[in-house]
């Protein structure tokens, strides 16, 4: 995470986000900017690194991020009262415990002038009390307040809420534009074309991939799929031996894979979302059952619907994990 954090602590400009910086600045430029912009888009494509960026042009007091002026010394120390962030706990929901103390804070006029930025991240994790909360807040907007909802899914998020929001939908950028700028941060070619392609396209998930552990663990993952496929291990073993990782990044390693099976074995063509192992993958195809691959893929997608709720993450492993070996015909 400290790769995407120190990017998103910067007023530097990403390349693949021109566009949408122009955007935003169209809003300000014809004294429109709305009461909240839902911005949407996968993680990764730095959502709140546009937005930190924008509010800081806002709340400066020469709408430029000068970085001199009182208000931008103010955000740089985190200490500025009228730049308020919401977030919900690490794969937690969003709580109206959280949503409350935000209303009463929009209560209080702003500070100072120009006025008062909000960022909620992982917006769509508010459950059902902190949506209609928060409601209320979208219904009669405090003046001189702009809210920026952050989201990977808005379907999630109440269509009361999102019809209330302007919207920004953001996309992963083509790879001339993202592979330039990772070869800047001292990956090479090979090396960033692949973890652009195992993230989904997204330029900061595949720069923290490449900073931590992620290529070395993606590895030994597909040692344990390989062991599972070919039943060489005990499900359960195996699962207690991924424990210590994030449900959300297996359930994201298995859908990559499963995506890539029913691509090769249906010959559909187009990149894999694995390419470097495209000669395992493609002999694994030939003994797979079709359907059950299929029922197995549907599976996960509901097992990442429910990650932010009470879900047995060991159990949920184990599970997943006994079905592997049932794909093989």
Sequence with gaps: MAGID???SQNTELPWQTGWWRELESYRGQGRLPHALLVSGPAGVGKYHLVRRFARHLLCEHQSACGACAACRRVAAETHPDWLEVAPEAG????????RDLIAALALKPHYRPGRTVIIQFSDRMNAAAANAFLKTLEEPPPDTVIFLLSEF???LPATIRSRCQQLKLAAPPSA???PWLASQGFGEEAAELALALNGGAPLAALEWLQGEGPAKRREFLKTWVRLLEKQGDPVVLAQKWGDESLEQVVTWLLAIIADLVRLSMALGGRLSNPDQRDLLQDQAKGLNLKRLFKFWRYLLEVREALNTHLNKQLQLETLFLEIPALKA
Aim: net charge positive; no cysteine; hydrophobic share 30%.
């Design 92 to 99: 937690k929901e969003l709580t109206i415990d959280k949503i």
């Design 154 to 156: 808005p379907s999630r």
């Design 6 to 8: 120190s990017i998103s």
């Design 177 to 179: 534009l993202s592979r």
